[in-house]
């Protein structure tokens, strides 16, 4: 009886320089067709795309996406991206179809090997080098689209089965990355570039693959340990920042990307704030020259600008961002998005609201935010008239029916905005300064930090506000919550001021009166981390040890939880200086840490270093 035949990433795994003008060639033939025109045809799509020509990249690669693997992965990509632009079911189903038949495409170029020489322990040694090139890209492109698909699955479906086959397919892929590294350091190329093609495809999923799972809190990191998934953060860092080195293979753009995005967004929704802009500023630089339109790009360069506190000018750059292509609309609500914050800063309410406007008519992502942030911007304005207070409470109303499950799990700021309103519907009250409450819990406080006269403009707000609460303390049922809110926002601004013992004094008066709080109960752990961070920058690891201990430890169920439990693992490696939370506890008594105290773990520097493990021992 014949051996059964697998590929070769079943084994153990549950499941089975060219000029831009160059886009106007003629495709070739397929009996013409060779590896090296396959991933040649697929770059022309890619400059396509990143020069915002949208349709024809997606029609250049559709013709063969049934018998080549790069057009393959090229054309199911660019539907993926459509999708969870959208997020339109339609335009996810689409997208989820033609991924399971680029899986099938790419699998059809796998090598295969028969039940015995899957199991055997010297197949790694000995085998690699027997691999066609073909068969060595396929696996890289089977794993890149079998990834793809599993992030859909949870999107599609929220019943229990398809996170378990999600879960599973990532299992795969994760398997196969490990895979394709050892075939990085064994097999022979006859060709230079189809090396380098590979070797970015490989730095780019193992590096996301290490960056991803490193940010996730103690908790989940320690359930996928068990499963067997690691991350190394550095390490992660490093292999994106190789990989992006050549813009001229077809995966390095994309590695910039990815790196642009952990330094400018990442870092400061789920991290301290300690992105490396400069170093992401140098990544965009010969990204904006070879494609000087290009709306991604430019997007970049307005967040860069808007975390460096260079508020006026993130809003050109957003604005060109979004003139330059008109296409995609939906690349226009990532610009949307920030100049919403870039006029909140400036405390600009009216054209915040107006973009929250535009977000709320034409993203599918999140209306009941978008709805909440509009009326939490209205209530800023000054001189309100009736007409605008009814609008508002209209807009509140709103807010609850326009809450939506995502992957079967309620979006966390969604349930945030509907806990806000039901305290203003089912009490008859009102709430205390909702948009800068916002602009504290997307860390926005960690931008206007970067320039004093925003920092004081809000802290002149706040400071009249907690004037009109003490004057009014006897008739506002919600007086604790209220005045806890205000305080922990002026420790905030004193924070960014460096005035650290008033801002501490702040802090501790929220602690002392959390059991007095009635709705809010956000407040208190949000403030213990504080407490952490503040104690960070003035060297006491102790106490801030103490302080993340107390956060993590003695609450639970509290809005906007897991947000919190990221920042707190942040914090973690900071301290630390590991890339494992699991390699201590907060209980770690913090002089057994042998690391200067003015180390700091995540320094654009460790990118480079060459003491990292190897690949395929830490992946």
Same mark, same amino acid.
């Not at 539907?79 to 339109?88: E, G, K, N, R």
């Not at 109303?397 to 979006?411: N, T, W």
């Not at 920058?537 to 919190?564: I, M, P, V, W």
């Given at each position: 009886?014949?051996?059964?035949?697998?590929?070769?990433?079943?084994?153990?795994?549950?499941?089975?320089?060219?000029?831009?003008?160059?886009?106007?060639?003629?495709?070739?033939?397929?009996?013409?067709?060779?590896?090296?025109?396959?991933?040649?045809?697929?770059?022309?799509?890619?400059?396509?795309?990143?020069?915002?020509?949208?349709?024809? @990249?997606?029609?250049?690669?559709?013709?063969?996406?049934?018998?080549?693997?790069?057009?393959?992965?090229?054309?199911?990509?660019?539907?993926?991206?459509?999708?969870?632009?959208?997020?339109?079911?339609?335009?996810?189903?689409?997208?989820?179809?033609?991924?399971?038949?680029?899986?099938?495409?790419?699998?059809?170029?796998?090598?295969?090997?028969?039940?015995?020489?899957?199991? *055997?322990?010297?197949?790694?040694?000995?085998?690699?080098?027997?691999?066609?090139?073909?068969?060595? !890209?396929?696996?890289?492109?089977?794993?890149?689209?079998?990834?793809?698909?599993?992030?859909? *699955?949870?999107?599609?479906?929220?019943?229990?089965? *398809?996170?378990?086959?999600?879960?599973?397919?990532?299992?795969?892929?994760?398997?196969?990355?490990?895979?394709?590294?050892?075939?990085?350091?064994?097999?022979?190329?006859?060709?230079?570039?189809?090396?380098?093609?590979?070797?970015?495809?490989?730095?780019?999923?193992?590096?996301?693959?290490?960056?991803?799972?490193?940010?996730?809190?103690?908790?989940?990191?320690?359930?996928?340990?068990?499963?067997?998934? *690691?991350?190394?953060?550095?390490?992660?860092?490093?292999?994106?920042?190789?990989?992006?080195?050549?813009?001229?293979?077809?995966?390095?753009?994309?590695?910039?990307?990815?790196?642009?995005?952990?330094?400018?967004?990442?870092?400061?929704?789920?991290?301290?704030?300690?992105?490396?802009?400069?170093?992401?500023?140098?990544?965009?630089?010969?990204?904006?020259?070879?494609?000087?339109?290009?709306?991604?790009?430019?997007?970049?360069?307005?967040?860069?600008?808007?975390?460096?506190?260079?508020?006026?000018?993130?809003?050109?750059?957003?604005?060109?961002?979004?003139?330059?292509?008109?296409?995609?609309?939906?690349?226009?609500?990532?610009?949307?998005?920030?100049?919403?914050?870039?006029?909140?800063?400036?405390?600009?309410?009216?054209?915040?609201?107006?973009?929250?406007?535009?977000?709320?008519?034409?993203?599918?992502?999140?209306?009941?935010?978008?709805?909440?942030?509009?009326?939490?911007?209205?209530?800023?304005?000054?001189?309100?008239?009736?007409?605008?207070? @009814?609008?508002?409470?209209?807009?509140?109303?709103?807010?609850?029916?326009?809450?939506?499950?995502?992957?079967?799990?309620?979006?966390?700021?969604?349930?945030?905005?509907?806990?806000?309103?039901?305290?203003?519907?089912?009490?008859?009250?009102?709430?205390?300064?909702?948009?800068?409450?916002?602009?504290?819990?997307?860390?926005?406080?960690?931008?206007?930090?970067?320039?004093?006269?925003?920092?004081?403009?809000?802290?002149?707000?706040?400071?009249?506000?907690?004037?009109?609460?003490?004057?009014?303390?006897?008739?506002?049922?919600?007086? !604790?919550?209220?005045?806890?809110?205000?305080?922990?926002?002026?420790?905030?601004?004193?924070?960014?001021?460096?005035?650290?013992?008033?801002?501490?004094?702040?802090?501790?008066?929220?602690?002392?009166?959390?059991?007095?709080?009635?709705?809010?109960?956000?407040?208190?752990?949000?403030? @213990?981390?504080?407490?952490?961070?503040?104690?960070?920058?003035?060297?006491?690891?102790?106490?801030?040890?103490?302080?993340?201990?107390?956060?993590?430890?003695?609450?639970?169920?509290?809005?906007?939880?897991?947000?919190?439990?990221?920042?707190?693992? @942040?914090?973690?490696?900071?301290?630390?200086?590991?890339?494992?939370?699991?390699?201590?506890?907060?209980?770690?008594?913090?002089?057994?840490?042998?690391?200067?105290?003015?180390?700091?773990?995540?320094?654009?520097?460790?990118?480079?270093?060459?003491?990292?493990?190897?690949?395929?021992?830490?992946?």
């Amino acid at each position: 009886m014949a051996a059964r035949q697998t590929t070769m990433a079943d084994e153990g795994t549950d499941v089975g320089d060219e000029e831009f003008e160059d886009a106007e060639e003629t495709l070739p033939m397929p009996d013409d067709w060779t590896l090296s025109s396959m991933i040649d045809q697929t770059r022309v799509a890619l400059h396509l795309f990143l020069n915002n020509r949208f349709s024809e @990249a997606k029609h250049r690669m559709e013709p063969y996406a049934d018998r080549s693997m790069y057009h393959a992965l090229g054309y199911s990509t660019i539907l993926y991206i459509q999708a969870v632009m959208t997020f339109d079911m339609q335009d996810i189903e689409q997208a989820i179809q033609a991924l399971k038949k680029a899986i099938s495409v790419c699998d059809r170029y796998r090598h295969k090997f028969s039940m015995l020489e899957s199991f *055997s322990k010297t197949r790694s040694r000995a085998i690699y080098n027997d691999l066609t090139e073909e068969e060595i !890209h396929a696996e890289l492109c089977y794993a890149e689209c079998l990834l793809l698909r599993a992030l859909l *699955s949870f999107v599609q479906d929220e019943n229990l089965l *398809s996170f378990v086959k999600g879960g599973l397919k990532i299992r795969e892929c994760y398997k196969i990355y490990k895979e394709c590294n050892k075939m990085m350091e064994r097999s022979k190329f006859s060709e230079e570039e189809q090396k380098s093609h590979f070797e970015t495809g490989v730095k780019m999923g193992v590096g996301t693959f290490n960056l991803m799972i490193s940010l996730l809190p103690s908790k989940i990191l320690k359930l996928l340990e068990f499963v067997g998934f *690691s991350g190394n953060k550095m390490y992660g860092l490093k292999c994106l920042s190789e990989g992006s080195y050549d813009l001229n293979s077809l995966r390095g753009p994309l590695c910039s990307i990815i790196m642009m995005a952990y330094h400018t967004v990442v870092c400061y929704i789920l991290g301290l704030a300690d992105g490396d802009i400069n170093y992401a500023s140098e990544l965009l630089k010969p990204c904006l020259k070879q494609y000087p339109k290009g709306a991604l790009f430019l997007f970049f360069a307005g967040r860069i600008e808007e975390v460096r506190g260079n508020i006026d000018e993130a809003i050109v750059k957003f604005d060109e961002s979004i003139e330059s292509q008109q296409e995609w609309r939906q690349f226009h609500h990532l610009g949307y998005w920030e100049l919403m914050w870039c006029h909140c800063f400036k405390g600009d309410w009216l054209m915040a609201m107006k973009y929250a406007e535009k977000l709320c008519k034409e993203s599918r992502w999140s209306k009941a935010t978008y709805t909440y942030q509009k009326a939490a911007f209205l209530m800023m304005c000054e001189d309100q008239t009736e007409e605008t207070r @009814a609008h508002i409470q209209l807009l509140f109303k709103d807010v609850p029916r326009l809450k939506q499950r995502i992957a079967g799990k309620s979006i966390p700021i969604e349930k945030f905005s509907v806990h806000k309103v039901k305290r203003i519907l089912e009490h008859n009250t009102h709430l205390v300064l909702p948009a800068l409450e916002l602009v504290y819990v997307w860390n926005g406080f960690s931008i206007l930090g970067k320039r004093e006269e925003l920092v004081d403009s809000v802290l002149t707000i706040v400071e009249n506000t907690l004037n009109k609460i003490l004057k009014d303390s006897e008739a506002d049922p919600f007086y !604790h919550d209220n005045y806890s809110l205000v305080i922990l926002l002026k420790g905030a601004c004193l924070k960014c001021k460096g005035k650290f013992l008033q801002a501490e004094q702040c802090f501790k008066e929220v602690l002392e009166r959390e059991k007095l709080v009635k709705h809010d109960t956000y407040l208190a752990p949000y403030t @213990a981390v504080e407490l952490a961070l503040l104690n960070l920058k003035l060297n006491d690891k102790k106490q801030a040890l103490f302080y993340l201990d107390r956060a993590k430890k003695n609450y639970k169920g509290y809005l906007l939880e897991s947000r919190l439990h990221f920042r707190i693992h @942040a914090v973690r490696l900071q301290l630390t200086g590991s890339d494992n939370d699991s390699l201590g506890s907060l209980d770690q008594d913090p002089e057994s840490d042998p690391r200067p105290e003015d180390e700091d773990s995540n320094s654009s520097t460790a990118v480079n270093d060459d003491t990292n493990p190897s690949m395929s021992t830490k992946l």
